[in-house]
Nanobody, 127 residues
């Protein structure tokens, strides 16, 4: 059974950085799409970033427009891990961040509905 565990959330001032990590177990994830969603209080959960398999040693990164240029997603297949480096954080980035994974994904990443989810980690950005 696939199990995802996030770490790295916390409280940071606006303009600061955080690095989220997700450790995956229960499968071989090199061909999985792995990514991050977030949900702020009173808002719907939204797609943030994902990395998808594009062939032997080829992976693509995908981002929601609001984080492009500030967030970077990366993966370490040897450790079954995916990371989200978040720089120049803004108060509007405050949310619970969820790691997600699936062998299937969509052309429109905003419509991606992964089958496996972590429990979430809180990110709070103070102004």
């Amino acid at each position: 059974q696939v199990h995802l565990v996030e770490s790295g959330g916390g409280l940071v001032q606006a303009g600061g950085s955080l690095r989220l990590s997700c450790a995956a177990s229960g499968g071989t994830f090199s061909r999985y799409a792995m990514g991050w969603f977030r949900q702020a209080p009173g808002k719907e959960r939204e797609f943030v970033a994902a990395t998808s398999w594009g062939g032997p040693s080829i992976y693509y990164a995908h981002y929601v427009d609001s984080v492009k240029g500030r967030f970077t997603i990366s993966r370490d297949n040897a450790k079954n891990a995916v990371h989200l480096q978040m720089n120049r954080l803004k108060p509007e980035d405050t949310a619970v961040y969820y790691c997600a994974a699936d062998t299937l994904w969509t052309v429109s990443w905003h419509d991606w509905e992964p089958g496996f989810w972590g429990q979430g980690t809180q990110v709070t950005v103070s102004s």
